[in-house]
């Protein structure tokens, strides 16, 4: 005999015999207005209820975008709002598009919101493993908190001119420079963006790799962890120690004369292609750096 069935088949008489548990909810309207009826008969909070601490507060969640705690719905939930780009040419410090940042040459510059000028300097070259003579250009500069410490850093990339390395240095807001990654080939684009999930920005860098495979420029992706920016990445055959990379991705070993000059977060990937504008050839990563088709 199933038990099931003899249950159903008493049902009216013996109603509570066949109770198989008690939910303490059925909808949402059986729950305080905070609170969600789950699967499984209880209130709880919903996923994502009270992932922000105050009503107001902002974070970064790039370089140049930053999201809002509130509570737009009404439910009594503080929820982090959608993503907010920045104006054009500026950085997400704290929280706030709050610096300007541009670049000439070898040189950067940050202003604040009042105009005033923070710091200026350039990207340096006194200690390229290769030791070549000193010509870089900045590519991009951005100023974000990357170590987690409250402050925001800024944080460059440059490439040599016209031969390679490039470099990934970040310095503080007084111009000194706090740690500096090589990559034996040109580096064209950078997302600030915690891919981790430990609420600190991380560096992810697109770029080419000339020393992987003699005569190959091969299209790479690799990240960096802000707090640790040093070395020399892979197969490191200048003088310096191994790079301090989370992960380092060569997205395409065949490739000749490629590098990933534009890189993505979308949403849960990341996504470089070979053109500035998009026009390339897409390859994908996940957050821990292994190939994923591009969606
Ligand atoms: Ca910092
Ligand atoms: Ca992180």
Redesign the pocket.
């Known amino acids: 005999m199933v038990r099931g069935t003899a249950c159903w088949l008493v049902v009216p008489l013996l109603l509570t015999g066949c109770r198989v548990g008690f939910r303490e909810c059925w909808t949402d309207r059986d729950c305080a207005p905070e609170l969600t009826c789950t699967a499984g008969g209880v209130c709880a909070a919903a996923p994502g209820c009270d992932a922000c601490a105050a009503m107001g507060a902002r974070s970064c969640v790039s370089g140049t975008s930053y999201r809002t705690c509130g509570d737009d719905d009404g439910d009594g939930c503080l929820t982090w709002s959608d993503e907010t780009a920045c104006p054009a040419g500026f950085s997400c410090g704290s929280g706030n598009c709050e610096y300007q940042v541009s670049f000439v040459d070898d040189g950067f510059t940050v202003v604040d919101a009042d105009g005033n000028t923070v710091c200026s300097a350039g990207v340096g070259t006194e200690d390229d493993p290769y030791n070549r003579t000193n010509t870089f250009v900045v590519v991009d500069a951005q100023v974000a908190d990357v170590d987690g410490d409250g402050q925001p850093e800024v944080v460059v990339i440059a490439r040599h001119q016209p031969y390679y390395p490039g470099q990934v240095s970040v310095f503080d807001l007084s111009g000194q420079l706090q740690g500096r990654y090589w990559n034996p080939g040109h580096i064209r684009s950078m997302y600030l963006f ?9 560096i992810v860098v697109g770029a080419c790799n000339n020393d992987q495979q003699p005569g190959l420029w091969i299209p790479t992706i690799f990240a960096l ?1 802000g707090q640790r920016v040093f070395g020399e990445g892979p197969p490191n055959l200048g003088t310096f120690p191994a790079g301090s990379e989370l992960w380092y991705t060569f997205v395409d070993l065949g490739s000749g004369n490629a590098v990933i000059s534009a890189l993505a977060i979308s949403p849960d990937l990341i996504r470089g292609n070979t053109e500035s504008d998009g026009s390339g050839t897409d390859y994908c990563v996940d957050f821990y750096g292994t190939p994923v088709g591009c969606p």
């Open positions: 915690d891919i981790t999930g430990d609420a600190r920005l991380d962890d």
